[in-house]
């Protein structure tokens, strides 16, 4: 199946993606959320606790260097 057709069968349907290869960063502290904030591209200081938001970090120029959750649990 090519990659176009994998994203219309899961647009169409559903679909499963394996992310256990992705890794783990905790940030933790009273200054983590202002120090999120301002590395990534959503509102961190605004996220309930134990929700999640997917965002993105940027270079100077706006490129997207990665794209990552960001989970609250504190």
Do not use: C, H, W
């Not at 301002?38 to 605004?46: A, G, I, K, P």
């Not at 100077?60 to 649990?73: C, D, E, P, Q, W």
């Amino acid at each position: 199946m090519s990659s176009k057709e994998e994203m219309e069968a899961v647009r169409q349907g559903a679909g499963l993606y394996d992310a256990s290869a992705y890794g783990v960063v905790r940030v933790a502290g009273p200054d983590a959320p202002k120090f999120l904030q301002n590395l990534t591209t959503n509102d961190v200081l605004n996220l309930p606790l134990g929700q999640l938001q997917y965002s993105a970090l940027l270079d100077r120029k706006g490129k997207v260097m990665a794209l990552f959750s960001i989970i609250r649990t504190e």
